[in-house]
């Protein structure tokens, strides 16, 4: 295989302290995941497996969902508003 001319989405993978967590996935996307992963690995040439990347892809999906932002954005200012000091 030769290497893609471009990046992917997801890119190199930080090391990150991790939580164990079990999901069900479709075949489909089990997959679809599998040659994602070997893609990354041809791309960066780190090899990688499915499993390593889900949280990545979950972490980047949510980063860049404007509804969850802007929940978020508002939960941390209800956080700050309680824990200002009156004046």
């Given at each position: 295989m030769s290497t893609p001319a471009s990046k992917l989405r997801l890119g190199p993978l930080p090391k990150t302290e991790?939580?164990?967590l079990t999901i069900g996935l479709t075949?489909?996307?089990k997959a679809d995941l599998e040659r994602y992963a070997a893609l990354h690995a041809q791309t960066y040439g780190e090899p990688v497996d499915a499993?390593?990347?889900i949280p990545h892809m979950l972490e980047a999906f949510m980063a860049r969902d404007r509804g969850f932002k802007k929940m978020t954005a508002k939960?941390?200012?209800a956080e700050r508003t309680k824990l200002a000091p009156n004046s």
């Open positions: 991790t939580v164990k075949t489909t996307l499993v390593t990347l939960e941390v200012q």
